[in-house]
C-alpha cells in the first residue's frame, strides 16, 4: 500500500488549501483513514479521520474549520482546510488502518503566514 499526500503550500492566515491523499488500495478496504501534522519541535498530532462506514472526526483545534471527505472512485481522501491559523503551520501526514496494519504516506508541508 502507498499513500501519496499532496496539496500542501504556502497560505495567508484566514485562507484555504485542500489536501489529498491518494492510495494504490480502494480506500474503502480500510477500516479508517486519517490525517496527522507534526509542527517543528513537537509531537506529531491527530487531526481528523475518516471511518470505512463514512463517519467523521475531528480534533477539536480544527472542529469547524477542517473537513475531511473521500472519494472512492479516485481512492482518494481529502482535508478541506479553511481559515487557516499560522499555528496550523506544520507537517501533514495521511495514514489509512486496516486490521492491525498501519500504513503513512509522505508529508506535505502546510505554512501559514500571518
Known amino acids: 500500500v502507498q499513500l501519496q499526500a499532496s496539496g500542501g503550500g504556502l497560505v495567508q492566515a484566514g485562507g484555504s488549501l485542500r489536501l489529498s491523499c491518494a492510495s494504490t488500495r480502494r480506500i474503502f478496504r480500510f477500516d479508517a483513514m486519517g490525517w496527522y501534522r507534526q509542527a517543528p519541535g513537537k509531537q506529531r498530532e491527530w487531526v481528523a479521520l475518516i471511518t470505512s462506514s463514512g463517519n467523521t472526526n475531528y480534533a477539536d483545534s480544527v472542529k469547524g474549520r477542517f473537513t475531511i471527505s473521500r472519494d472512492g472512485a479516485k481512492s482518494t481522501v481529502y482535508l478541506q482546510m479553511n481559515s487557516l491559523k499560522p499555528e496550523d503551520t506544520a507537517v501533514y501526514y495521511c495514514?489509512?488502518?486496516?486490521?492491525?496494519?498501519?500504513?503513512w504516506g509522505q508529508g506535505t508541508q502546510v505554512t501559514v503566514s500571518s
Open positions: 495514514n489509512a488502518e486496516e486490521n492491525r496494519a498501519t500504513y
